[in-house]
């Protein structure tokens, strides 16, 4: 545990990892983010129509993200749909320095 709140060891099940054909292990935050961490059997890309568990957000890519993440300034879908959409306005304060 190295977080305060063991937050990095959440989700650390076997069905949290998918297996590249070399034996790398890749994280389900991973899978279907449009990033192949899998070069030689693309199993992080495969069935990116799956739906994503409690507290997480689908992305338009299939990625999923922790819904915390939906509206919190940094882009966690590859189009920072995260952002973009859902109302964000209403997360946001504007300043124009006037």
């Known amino acids: 545990m190295d977080c305060y709140d063991g ?11 998918v297996q590249c054909g070399s034996g790398k292990r890749i994280h389900r935050h991973f899978w279907c983010d449009g990033l192949l961490h ?5 199993a992080d ?5 799956a739906m994503c568990g409690p507290g997480e957000y689908r992305c338009a890519s299939g990625r999923c993200i922790h819904e915390g ?3 919190d ?3 966690d879908c590859l ?16 300043v124009s320095g006037m």
């Open 38 to 42: 899998c070069d030689d059997n693309h």
């Open 73 to 75: 300034g940094l882009c």
């Open 7 to 17: 937050s990095d060891e959440w989700h650390c099940q076997p069905d949290d990892f």
């Open 79 to 94: 189009d920072c749909e995260d952002e973009h959409q859902h109302h964000c306005h209403h997360y946001y304060t504007t």
């Open 69 to 71: 993440h939906v509206c």
């Open 45 to 49: 890309e495969a069935n990116c129509t």
